[in-house]
Structures are given as structure tokens and as C-alpha cells.
């Protein structure tokens, strides 16, 4: 590899944020020209069945050019999340100390009571589930 070459890849200066199943890289590198640029990479780890995982990496590459304006939508896009949200994560999957409200209302009349349920309903992937969710299987159906 020509050096020209690694003076592309080499990372100047590096900082690492761990944020649960993701990390994000901040990666200052040279051009070969030898001016500076930033990468962000987003890392998130996935687990597959059989118990090995893999990673899903999404990368942005900001020129110097751009950090002025980048920086001051990127501020006004955050304030903007704070100002109408707060602060506090409210999404469940963040919080520890979670405790799931069921779903289900006996005061919700768009829904007839003897109404039969389609088994393609969508159901939220996080619902809670419960033993009598479950149908009772005779392997030798199977």
C-alpha cells in the first residue's frame, strides 16, 4: 500500500461514545492532500439466532466546509427535540424500571366483543405476552 494511501485512512484524533446496542465513532482523518476531515460512523451490534452477531455500520463524511452550517442545524434540531420534549428519555425500551400497562380496555366499543380476531392483527413487536396468548400444540400435527 503506497503511503499516500495510509495517509487517507490514518485517524488523526478519535473519540468513542457508547450508547447501549450502538457506538458511534468520531474520527478526525487526512485527505491526501493533507487538509482534515470528520468520519461518524454509527455501529449497531445485532444478534442473530443461532447466537453470533454482526454489526451494521452507517458512516458520514463532513468536510470542513460544511461544519459551520452542519453544527448550527445539527444545535437547532436538538434544542428543538429538548424544547418539546425535555430531557428525559420516555421511549420504555430506555427505561430499567419499566412497568408495561396492559393493552387491552373493556370500554372500547369500535371492537365487538364476540368479534373474532384475525391471527394476522398487527401486534406491537414489544406487547407483552402472557401464558394464555399461547396455543396449546399437539406435535403430532407438526
Given at each position: ?24 465513532f ?57 424544547q ?59
Amino acid at each position: 500500500m503506497r503511503n499516500n494511501d495510509m495517509m487517507e485512512k490514518e485517524e488523526i484524533f478519535s473519540k468513542v461514545l457508547r450508547a447501549g446496542r450502538r457506538t458511534y465513532f468520531f474520527d478526525v482523518r487526512a485527505t491526501k492532500a493533507g487538509d482534515y476531515y470528520l468520519t461518524i460512523t454509527e455501529s449497531k451490534k445485532f444478534t442473530n439466532d443461532d447466537g453470533s452477531f454482526h454489526y451494521k455500520k452507517h458512516k458520514i463524511y463532513l468536510y470542513k466546509e460544511d461544519f459551520s452550517e452542519f453544527n448550527s442545524i445539527l444545535s437547532e434540531m436538538t434544542d428543538y427535540v429538548i424544547q418539546e420534549k425535555g430531557s428525559e428519555v420516555i421511549s420504555e425500551r430506555h427505561q430499567k424500571d419499566y412497568k408495561r400497562e396492559e393493552y387491552t380496555t373493556t370500554s372500547d366499543a369500535s371492537v365487538a366483543e364476540d368479534a373474532p380476531v384475525s391471527e394476522d392483527a398487527a401486534v406491537p413487536e414489544d406487547a407483552p405476552v402472557s401464558s394464555e396468548s399461547f396455543t396449546d400444540i399437539n406435535f403430532e400435527d407438526i
